[in-house]
Nanobody, 127 residues
């Protein structure tokens, strides 16, 4: 059983940056592709980004607000941790952010494909 614990969320102003971390335990981290999702109040959980097992390839959600231009997913297999660097934050980025692990391909934006989930960390961006 893989455990995931997110950290790094908080209250920031528009234009600020945050780096989310997701520490994992209980499994072989390098055998899982990792993803980040987010869920705003009253909305469905949506895909943000994912990264391959070796960290060489990434995949970003294709929707408004230019996530790919502002967010960067990365991982450190030596530390069993995946990161989400978020720059130029906007109020519409406000959500609970979740990390997830999957034995499937990293190239997957479907939450159902992910096997393990963290409890989430709140990110609130004020205007």
């Amino acid at each position: 059983q893989v455990q995931l614990v997110e950290s790094g969320g908080g209250l920031v102003q528009a234009g600020d940056s945050l780096r989310l971390s997701c520490a994992t335990s209980g499994g072989t981290f390098s055998s899982y592709a990792m993803g980040w999702f987010r869920q705003a109040p009253g909305k469905e959980r949506e895909f943000v980004a994912s990264i391959s097992r070796n960290g060489y390839t990434t995949y970003y959600g294709d929707y408004l607000n230019n996530v790919k231009d502002r967010f960067t997913i990365s991982r450190d297999n030596a530390k069993n941790t995946v990161y989400l660097q978020m720059n130029s934050l906007k109020p519409e980025d406000t959500a609970v952010y979740y990390c997830a692990a999957t034995r499937n391909s990293y190239y997957n934006n479907n939450a159902a494909a992910y096997d393990y989930w963290g409890q989430g960390t709140q990110v609130t961006v004020s205007s």
